[in-house]
């Protein structure tokens, strides 16, 4: 079982650029979830879905898109890269989306946006 | 706001106990959990706490105080490979977890 993946393990990418981040699960789990790491700061939710077909908005959603087509897979867009984009995104997954529910995290994608 | 602070770093010496403390103050409450995160890896699950008091599994502790905001993470036993970052998370009153910045936790010979 590999649990989550994430594809690629690392990009750069010219400013301006359109890139897609992939996620895929094989837990079955209902929910999902896109966060961002920068230095000195706490992991920030992008993005999340309690269920396939369901998104929601996090702390930093702009300049972000997501969609759940499936339960396996939950990916995530730039429309169009911004330097301040750069970070290292983790996706997580999460048997039920509930409050007691634990993550489970994918092992990230570092992006560099020039 | 919602905030959530730890310690930046700590260094402990192996075989020794270390506490790692973590304050917070959200909106509503609805548990904490610990994660431990190696450099250049993802997070992994340690303990969740939701009612006030200790819970022990094996030489990681946590406690929990709801009345004062405070959580610890106590790690018994030091050992070289507990040299990763630590991160302390609540989930507020919209179900979404709020994260802090994490301590990083050096281990000495």
């Known amino acids: 079982i590999a649990g989550i993946t994430q594809a690629p393990t690392s990009q750069i990418l010219a400013a301006g650029r359109r890139m897609t981040l992939r996620c895929t699960q094989d837990m079955r789990h209902n929910a999902m979830y896109w966060y961002r790491q920068d230095l000195g700061l706490g992991l920030r939710l992008i993005h999340y879905s309690n269920t396939a077909g369901t998104t929601g908005k996090g702390e930093v959603p702009d300049g972000y898109s997501v969609s759940r087509a499936n339960t396996d897979d939950f990916p995530l867009t730039l429309a169009s890269a911004v330097p301040s984009q750069t970070s290292v995104y983790f996706c997580?997954?999460?048997?039920?989306?509930?409050?007691?529910?634990?993550?489970?995290f994918g092992p990230g994608t570092r992006l560099t946006v020039l | 706001g919602q905030n959530i602070d730890q310690p930046t770093e700590m260094t402990a010496t192996e075989g020794a106990i270390v506490q790692i403390n973590c304050t917070y103050q959200t909106s509503g409450f609805n548990g904490l959990f610990w994660y431990q995160q190696h450099a250049g890896e993802a997070p992994t699950f340690l303990s969740y706490n939701v009612l006030d008091g200790l819970e022990e599994k094996g030489r990681f502790s946590s406690f929990l105080s709801r009345s004062k905001g405070y959580s610890y993470l106590l790690l018994k036993e030091l050992q070289m490979k507990d040299s990763a970052s630590y991160l302390c998370?609540?989930?507020?009153?919209?179900?979404?977890?709020?994260w802090g910045a994490g301590t990083k936790l050096i281990i000495k010979p």
């Open positions: 998370a609540v989930t507020d009153s919209n179900y979404q977890l709020i």
């Open positions: 997580a997954s999460s048997e039920k989306g509930t409050e007691t529910d634990t993550q489970y």
